[in-house]
C-alpha cells in the first residue's frame, strides 16, 4: 500500500512539474495591438483580424474608428498599433507616392525598409469611384467620368481624405480637366446628401454597401485613372519575431473574402445595423469554421462604459487644467510683463485645430488616452487663466489697501483678500472650460481614447 502510495504521489508531482514547465515554455500571453481607419469597412477588417489574433493565441486590442491613413499608418510606424487593414493603391499612392512604386513587390521592399510587412491580397478590390443617383445619371446621359466636363453645374461633395490625396481629387481634376469646385463631406454623410439632392455627386468604393440601397451609378472611368485596391494586411516586422503564431493566423485571411462577401459583410452592418463584431464572427465561423464567443452586448453596459471613458477624459484634464491654469493666472496678475507672454502663449495654443494637436500628440504618447488628454489640458487652461487674471485685476484698489494696513503679507493678501473676491471669476472660467472640454473630448476617439466620439462617429 505504501508503495502505491509513493508511486501515485511520484506520479502526480511528475504530472504537475510537467505541466508547469510546458506553461513556462509558453510564456504569458503577447499582446498585440489592431487599428482601424474611420469606415465600416476597415472596423469590419479589423474585428476579424482581432478575433484571429486571439485565436492564435494573442491578447488582442481592436483600436477602431482612428481617422484616416495618416493617423493609422503613423500609428502603425511608431508601434502604436501592430497590424491593420490597408490598400494597395493607398499605398502607392498616397502613403509611398514619392518612392514611384508600380508592382506590389516594389510596395513589400519600400515598406520593409520602414519595419513593416504586407500580406498577400485579401481578395476584393476596393476602387475609388465616382457616383451617383441613378435617376440623375439618365436624365443627364452619364455614363463616364470624362463627360462630367460638360457639366459644371453639378454640385460635387466629396471626402476630406479624398480632397487631399494625390491619388484622389488633385490628380483627377487634372487628368480629366474637371470645372468643379467640390465642398467636403463626411464619406457617410455624403450618401444621405444625395437621397436629399442636396448634392449630386460624390466619392465612393466599389464595395459601400449604399451603392445598391442608394440606387446610384458608379461612372466608368474611361481614362483609367484610379490605381487598383486591392486589400492586404500590414504589420509591423517585430509582430512577426514576438508572436509568430499571431501573425500565422491572421494570415489565413489571404484570398479569403471576394468582392461579393466584403459587399455583403458591409451591407449587415450598415443596412442590418448588426455590430461589427458579430458580422466578423460569423464570417470566421463560415469560411474558416472557428468556434467564436463574443462577450455580452447590451445598450446600458455600452453606455456606462461609454460614460465612464468619457468622464475619465474631462476629469484628469480638466484637473490638470485647475492646477496649472490658476498659479499661471496669478503670475500673469503679480508680473505683468511676464502675464502678457503667458496669455498670448496659451491664446495661440487655442486657436490650433484640435485634429492637428491630436496627431502632433501621437508620436509623444501613442494611441489611446493619453494624448487625448494632454490636447484636451491645452484647450482647458486660456479660460481658467483668463478668469483668474481677469478676477484679480478687479478686486477693487481700496480693499488692497487696507489689506496693507492691516499689516498683511503679500501672500497673506492673495489668499485672505485677492482670491477670495476673484473666485466668482475663477469659478466662471473653469466652468467655460469644463463645456469646451466636454464637447472637445468627443474627438479623443479618433486616437482610441474612446468616450461619446465613439458611438457618434459608428
Request: aromatic letters at 8%; one cysteine or more.
Amino acid at each position: 500500500m505504501k508503495l502505491r502510495h509513493w508511486l501515485a504521489r511520484g506520479i502526480a508531482a511528475a504530472t504537475l512539474g510537467l505541466a508547469g514547465s510546458l506553461a513556462a515554455d509558453e510564456g504569458p500571453r503577447p499582446v498585440v495591438k489592431i487599428g482601424s481607419k474611420v469606415f465600416t469597412e476597415n472596423v469590419i477588417l479589423g474585428e476579424i483580424v482581432t478575433l484571429l489574433a486571439r485565436d492564435g493565441g494573442a491578447d488582442a486590442i481592436h483600436k477602431n474608428d482612428l481617422g484616416g491613413t495618416p493617423i493609422v499608418f503613423k500609428s502603425l510606424e511608431s508601434g502604436a498599433i501592430d497590424v491593420y487593414a490597408e490598400y494597395t493603391g493607398t499605398l502607392a499612392g498616397d502613403i509611398l507616392a514619392g518612392q514611384s512604386v508600380r508592382n506590389e513587390a516594389q510596395l513589400r521592399a519600400a515598406l520593409a525598409e520602414r519595419g513593416i510587412r504586407m500580406s498577400k491580397r485579401l481578395g476584393f478590390n476596393n476602387k475609388y469611384a465616382l457616383g451617383l443617383k441613378e435617376s440623375l445619371a439618365k436624365e443627364l446621359g452619364l455614363t463616364n467620368i470624362s463627360q462630367l466636363a460638360e457639366h459644371p453645374q453639378l454640385r460635387l461633395g466629396f471626402s476630406e481624405e479624398f480632397m487631399n490625396r494625390s491619388d484622389g481629387w488633385p490628380g483627377l481634376v487634372r487628368h480629366y480637366g474637371l470645372p468643379h469646385k467640390p465642398r467636403v463631406v463626411d464619406h457617410n454623410l455624403a450618401y444621405h446628401g444625395l437621397e436629399q439632392e442636396a448634392l449630386d455627386l460624390t466619392d465612393l468604393f466599389s464595395t459601400d454597401a449604399e451603392v445598391r440601397y442608394y440606387e446610384l451609378r458608379l461612372l466608368d472611368d474611361d481614362r483609367g485613372y484610379f490605381p487598383q485596391y486591392y486589400c492586404v494586411l500590414l504589420y509591423r516586422e517585430d509582430l512577426a519575431k514576438r508572436a509568430p503564431r499571431v501573425v500565422e493566423s491572421i494570415l489565413r485571411l489571404e484570398g479569403r473574402i471576394d468582392n461579393a462577401r466584403m459587399v455583403e459583410m458591409n451591407s449587415q452592418v450598415k443596412l442590418d445595423r448588426r455590430r461589427e463584431s458579430e458580422v466578423a464572427a460569423d464570417f470566421l465561423r463560415g469560411e474558416l469554421g472557428l468556434a467564436i464567443d463574443l462577450p455580452p452586448h447590451g445598450m446600458w453596459r455600452d453606455l456606462w462604459k461609454t460614460t465612464r471613458a468619457h468622464l475619465y477624459l474631462v476629469a484628469l484634464s480638466l484637473s490638470a487644467a485647475v492646477i496649472a491654469g490658476i498659479p499661471l493666472g496669478i503670475w500673469s496678475y503679480k508680473w505683468p510683463p511676464l502675464g502678457h507672454v503667458i496669455l498670448g502663449a496659451i491664446s495661440i495654443l487655442q486657436t490650433l485645430p484640435s485634429m492637428a494637436v491630436l496627431v502632433f500628440m501621437i508620436p509623444l504618447f501613442g494611441l489611446g488616452p493619453r494624448p487625448a488628454i494632454v490636447a484636451l489640458f491645452i484647450y482647458s487652461l486660456l479660460p481658467i487663466v483668463r478668469g483668474t487674471y481677469a478676477g484679480l485685476k478687479e478686486v477693487a484698489g481700496n480693499l488692497k489697501e487696507s489689506a496693507i494696513v492691516l499689516g498683511l503679507s503679500p501672500q497673506a493678501r492673495l489668499y485672505l483678500v485677492e482670491l477670495p473676491i476673484a473666485s466668482r471669476s475663477i469659478l466662471s472660467g473653469i466652468k467655460t472650460s469644463a463645456v469646451i472640454n466636454v464637447g472637445t473630448a468627443t474627438i479623443g476617439a479618433l486616437i482610441g481614447a474612446g468616450g461619446y466620439g465613439e458611438p457618434i462617429m459608428q
